[in-house]
């Protein structure tokens, strides 16, 4: 299994409570992006909110970084690791925007981008930004399917249900002629849609056994991503045999890419745990 990294200080995932990360500095997410990427992790991520209500604050956390900005300054301080959206909402963007966006930031990466995308689930933010919500799904849908079709061209053309366009040129595009997609989203639905229009799957509060019976009951196709994160945060310093056994159990469970959190209460403890957990899975550059 690859392994990558939800990158701390950048979003408030679940509302937990935030510790020595409150405080942190745009250093020191670019100095934790540095160890990821010559430890060899395959990925970390940014997720996307425009504004979290106050009533959902303590549910779905109040920080989220802007994507673009954020991976734009780890992408100038990086070489290998991949970035990925984790995700973007398809409903708050026309399918071109991201494609100009995040094809910039392919080019700026050197072809580094994964596109982690979901259909949305907050109404509240939908309203605020006039974006239809009661059909999101069915336009998430054409926004993908339009997303394939445009972001390996300069000249795109599309004919959808809901997205249409050609005669224009959009440059830059994707560096990469096959930008990976990931779906996210918390049901089997999300599955299904990952599976028909996309690249891999990177749910949420979907547990391990659950994935697994989920997965069990489809036709996964080769090379397809299953990226999931561990049912509690990792704790490779101070308790190695369980980690060894979380890992075993989401392999079992036919994750081929691990979505790492850990328990840590400082900058430098969270260092600790990316290079223990580098080393326990044989992380090309843990030894270095």
Not at 58 to 70: E, H, K, M, V
Not at 186 to 198: D, G, I, P, Q
Not at 272 to 280: F, N, V
Request: net charge negative; glycine share 10%; proline share 6%.
């Amino acid at each position: 299994m690859k392994i990558g990294i939800a990158t701390p200080v950048v979003t408030n995932v679940g509302g937990a409570a935030f510790g020595w990360e409150r405080d942190a500095t745009i250093e020191d997410v670019g100095r934790i992006a540095e160890a990821a990427d010559r430890l060899g992790y395959h990925h970390l991520t940014c997720s996307e909110h425009i504004g979290i209500p106050a009533s959902e604050a303590g549910r779905r956390g109040a920080r989220y970084w802007d994507p673009l900005a954020t991976l734009g300054y780890i992408a100038a301080r990086t070489d290998r690791i991949r970035l990925a959206t984790m995700t973007l909402v398809l409903g708050y963007h026309h399918p071109l925007e991201i494609v100009k966006r995040y094809g910039t930031l392919d080019h700026v990466s050197n072809g580094r981008v994964i596109l982690g995308v979901g259909v949305g689930s907050l109404r509240e933010e939908f309203d605020l930004l006039g974006a239809p919500f009661e059909d999101r799904g069915a336009r998430g849908d054409d926004a993908l399917r339009a997303l394939r079709v445009a972001l390996p061209t300069n000249e795109p053309a599309y004919e959808g249900e809901f997205y249409s366009f050609g005669g224009l040129t959009v440059d830059p595009c994707a560096v990469q002629p096959h930008m990976p997609i990931w779906v996210g989203g918390r049901t089997k639905r999300s599955l299904r849609r990952a599976l028909t229009l996309a690249d891999g799957w990177c749910p949420f509060a979907v547990s391990i056994d659950t994935a697994a019976e989920w997965l069990s009951s489809r036709d996964v196709p080769d090379g397809f991503e299953v990226v999931l994160p561990a049912d509690k945060p990792l704790d490779p310093v101070g308790k190695p045999q369980e980690t060894k056994e979380i890992l075993a159990k989401m392999a079992a469970a036919g994750t081929t890419t691990v979505f790492a959190y850990f328990i840590h209460d400082s900058f430098e403890h969270y260092l600790e745990q990316l290079h223990a957990l580098a080393e326990l899975h044989g992380l090309k550059g843990a030894a270095a």
